[in-house]
């Protein structure tokens, strides 16, 4: 897997500079910062795809994080099947995220909705209910709001975290959480972003975050479906997704709406 070196910026030294507006090597201005900009956006780009490539070796080859993975799937199946939901939380960048999957998990028919944990702890409290499934996404695993949260969730509430921290033992989120309700969704990466950019914004660590639960949404959505495309295309009229399948179910005489779609959810809740 190829390492992303360290940036640094192209830009052209003022001593190499002429009168004409010419650098020393014979370009433009405009052209040395148009080539510095395609080369600091394909170093975002490269050293992205190397973190995505470190997290599939890692869940094609780690034991426990497979286990969390396939742990995680399980619960949020069971939790919607029961008739509850996925709570997702996350501050900043990561409640970004967090958002986004919550969209994308409801387009699947699972249940999902997002809770602000400062806002969890002036009423929103009452967003969760029972069956409910909390997914926490938190790259550094301290994130002082989230910890704040901890103590006032219900202590037979499975936990998700995805997180930086590839163990358990090194993750506090868990600290106070009985064993068998604590799932770890490891996802790190290969390069801080404060050596691979030279400024610790949340870029490769989101990117991961998003594919991960991006891989857990359409996990479970084959788990609690027989067919998900369908249950997908019935919760999603509107756009182009939505008028291409119009189009397509009034060809083939199929339903538009989820009322008929068949799923997996009795016998997950039962099980």
Avoid: W
């Avoid at 590839?166 to 068998?180: E, K, Q, V, Y």
């Amino acid at each position: 897997m190829a390492s992303a070196s360290t940036f640094q910026r192209p830009l052209t030294p003022l001593s190499s500079r002429s009168s004409s507006g010419m650098s020393d090597a014979g370009i433009t201005f405009e052209e040395s910062a148009n080539k510095s900009a395609l080369s600091a956006a394909l170093h975002v780009i490269r050293t992205e795809r190397d973190a995505l490539t470190a997290l599939e070796d890692l869940y094609e080859t780690d034991s426990a994080a497979q286990d969390g993975l396939n742990s995680a799937v399980n619960v949020v199946s069971k939790s919607v099947g029961c008739g509850g939901k996925v709570v997702v939380s996350g501050v900043g960048k990561s409640g970004k995220i967090g958002m986004k999957i919550v969209a994308t998990m409801n387009s699947f028919g699972i249940k999902s909705a997002f809770l602000h944990p400062t806002e969890a702890l002036h009423g929103d409290l009452g967003m969760i209910g029972e069956n409910d499934t909390m997914l926490i996404i938190t790259f550094s695993g301290r994130t002082a709001e989230i910890h704040a949260l901890l103590p006032y969730l219900p202590p037979g509430l499975p936990l998700i975290a995805v997180t930086s921290h590839t163990s358990h033992s090194t993750c506090t989120l868990f600290d106070s959480r009985p064993g068998g309700h604590s799932i770890l969704l490891p996802a790190p990466i290969p390069i801080s972003e404060t050596l691979s950019f030279g400024v610790a914004a949340p870029t490769t660590s989101t990117t991961v975050a998003l594919a991960l639960t991006d891989a857990l949404a359409i996990a479970v959505a084959r788990r609690l479906h027989i067919d998900p495309s369908i249950v997908f295309q019935g919760y999603h009229p509107g756009g182009a997704i939505g008028g291409n399948h119009i189009l397509l179910s009034n060809s083939k005489g199929i339903p538009t709406t989820n009322t008929a779609v068949a799923d997996f959810r009795d016998s997950l809740c039962n099980a």
